[in-house]
T-cell receptor
Framework: DAGVTQSPTHLIKTRGQQVTLRCSPK?????VSWYQQALGQGPQFIFQ???????QRGNFPDRFSGHQFPNYSSELNVNALLLGDSALYLC???????????FGSGTRLTVV | SQQGEEDPQALSIQEGENATMNCSYK?????LQWYRQNSGRGLVHLIL?????REKHSGRLRVTLDTSKKSSSLLITASRAADTASYFC???????????FGAGTRLTVKP
């Protein structure tokens, strides 16, 4: 049973560019949440998707946007990249009922 | 914004010793969860304790919850070098919606 899959593993982008990160949830999970984790910090909630809609959003600017597809996979898009966007981006999936997220291994984004 | 705050920020112990990490949070919760993260990779769910529970065990892990003090503790008994990781507490008001993490405790277990 595959867990959460994220791609790519690592990514280097230049300031001002745009990036798309991808996430496939665990089988049986239909809710996807995205987190940003700066070095030495805890994960910060970006947003959550359920039934292809953004259900909740954390304190992130509109440069951060997302999408969920009918197969429950999700994308995180970041426009106009800043140096401060350099971080580990984690995707987590969860079932509608029940508790406990399953996290992917993350995408390490470096903005230069 | 962070919800939980772990204490201490870093902890270094010898193999075989017990490790205790604490977490404080700010708002009412339905449950509190502990996660582990190795070397900046994905988080692994360790244990969940509901707001009406005071203590829970899972193998070498023991979690306590004091809702009156808005605090929780994670005890790892008989620690091993493989327990070296960062440990985070996370709170979620309604099921898994909008789960918030603390900054974590970095545990180092020396062989």
């Amino acid at each position: 049973d595959a867990g959460v899959t994220q791609s790519p593993t690592h990514l280097i982008k230049t300031r001002g560019q745009q990036v798309t990160l991808r996430c496939s949830p665990k089988s049986g999970h239909d809710t996807v949440s995205w987190y940003q984790q700066a070095l030495g910090q805890g994960p910060q909630f970006i947003f959550q998707y359920y039934e292809e809609e953004e259900r909740q959003r954390g304190n992130f600017p509109d440069r951060f946007s997302g999408h969920q597809f009918p197969n429950y996979s999700s994308e995180l898009n970041v426009n106009a990249l800043l140096l401060g966007d350099s971080a580990l981006y984690l995707c987590a999936s969860s079932p509608v009922e029940g508790y406990g997220y399953t996290f992917g291994s993350g995408t390490r984004l470096t903005v230069v | 914004s962070q919800q939980g705050e772990e204490d201490p920020q870093a902890l270094s112990i010898q193999e075989g010793e017990n490790a205790t990490m604490n977490c404080s949070y700010k708002t009412s919760i339905n449950n509190l969860q502990w996660y582990r993260q190795n070397s900046g990779r994905g988080l692994v769910h360790l244990i969940l304790i509901r707001s009406n529970e005071r203590e829970k065990h899972s193998g070498r892990l023991r979690v306590t919850l004091d809702t009156s003090k808005k605090s929780s503790s994670l005890l790892i008994t008989a620690s091993r070098a493989a327990d070296t990781a960062s440990y985070f507490c996370a709170t979620g008001p309604y099921n898994n919606n909008d789960m918030r993490f603390g900054a974590g405790t970095r545990l180092t277990v020396k062989p």
